[in-house]
């Protein structure tokens, strides 16, 4: 059996930071498997069968990949920036265990790539340069008052915190109670990261004070990141550096 | 004023995984700054300085490379992993502010890389597919008791932990006691990943119970990642895959 699935990771949008081993498992691939505008991103060749499916199908889409793959196929699994964050390779393995026997012999890897908070953390400067967290906003898997707890605790231990999906049409609500609880515990003058679809032609960073911060300046493509009390802003003509010192007190 | 410092991430050691956004910054640099073993990751050619310097000198290595570059070389300042996670771009931003307006117009630029915690995760499975917090466990510029207090916070929070410089020969003891910390607050059988010099030729990748965890188990070239109490392990032939599923309750 010569098949295998590889889950990689495309990076958040420009060509240059997609690794040359995901690049190489692309170009192997009889098989690319994934959410539409992921998949849209694989340039397309004879003999690669591209497999584009919609949001919230993901395991379905991991069992299509693992099946493919059991039969011979060369498949790659892609994700936007790196397939282990919030992303489909914690899908294959959950569609793996709904029958680890079948694929008990199957050639699984996971491919990294950069995820979205490492390229707007380097596009802002460095926020995220001391001890941080890493929540998904998104309450389709999970219970909002988890999501609470996390944000309290997380701002309690002081961490910088970086949000995954903080905001979609079904649920507007969730990210304008988020930013309460934060104004809450932080200091009003906490600078706030707004970096949406960071190193594509539709760019577009925005830093705000804590305080004037609002749910309707991010959406499905905006990744933000909450500075810890230690993150500063140096003012520049050529734009601001948001960064967090490598030390505390 | 033609200069300019990109502050780049090499990748966790694998040259399939640096960026050729990277590779390009390199391609075009007059001098490469780093810490030796990093700098010792980049191809000499005629035209290009290379700059190594010791641990723990991170910020004189900054003004050294912001005043190459104000006086007109193209500098690259490398890190290994991504430069914004616990490297040198907070550094570099350190240094600027001991004097902002004498490099105010400078072109500054950070290139993210793929940190180890990514690699380590691709490599193990998916251990950091839900939520989670990154903690430096050195204590060089920050008081033990606040690593402490973040490691109870972020255990009681239920996120996986990835552990950065969990131990060096100048302080043994520390993650010791983090190690003893996690054990009163995580059940016993809570899932330890010790991935120790990831993607090079040098690595090691070990799992075990928190319960029999231990610090010599780690290196200065370990990354640590302490699963969630949702973390869970599937058995295979050809190595376990350690994974946090997408959902929690």
Chains 1, 2 share one sequence.
């Not at 060509?15 to 992921?38: C, F, K, M, R, S």
């Not at 379905?60 to 489909?88: C, T």
């Not at 905001?167 to 934060?182: D, H, I, Q, V, Y």
């Amino acid at each position: 059996m010569s098949g295998w699935i590889a889950i990689a990771g495309l990076g958040p949008g420009d060509e240059a930071l997609t690794t040359p081993e995901v690049e190489a498992a692309l170009a192997q691939a009889t098989d690319v498997v994934g959410y539409i505008p992921y998949v849209a991103r694989v340039m397309p060749r004879p003999g690669l069968t591209l497999h584009s499916s919609d949001n919230r199908v993901e395991v379905d889409r991991a069992i299509h990949a693992l099946e493919m793959a059991a039969a011979g196929r060369k498949v790659v699994v892609v994700s936007s920036g790196d397939p282990g964050i919030f992303a489909m390779a914690a899908a294959v393995f959950e569609a793996l265990e709904t029958d680890p026997d079948k694929w008990r012999d199957l050639d699984i890897r996971v491919l990294p790539g950069i995820t979205a908070m490492l390229a707007a953390s380097a596009r802002a400067g460095a926020p995220l340069g001391h001890d941080f967290c890493v929540i998904n906003l998104s309450d389709n898997l999970k219970p909002w008052a988890l999501i609470e707890r996390r944000l309290r605790l997380a701002a309690e231990a002081d961490f910088a915190i970086a949000i995954y999906n903080p905001r979609s049409k079904a649920r507007p609500e969730g990210f304008t109670n988020a930013l309460a609880l934060l104004r809450d515990i932080c200091q009003d003058d906490r600078p706030v990261l707004f970096a949406r679809a960071v190193t594509t032609p539709q760019e577009c960073l925005r830093i705000t004070p804590l305080s004037d911060a609002r749910s309707d300046m991010a959406d499905m493509r905006t990744l933000v990141i909450i500075g810890s009390s230690k993150t500063r802003l140096i003012e520049r003509p050529g734009g601001s550096i948001l960064y967090t010192p490598r030390w505390a007190s």
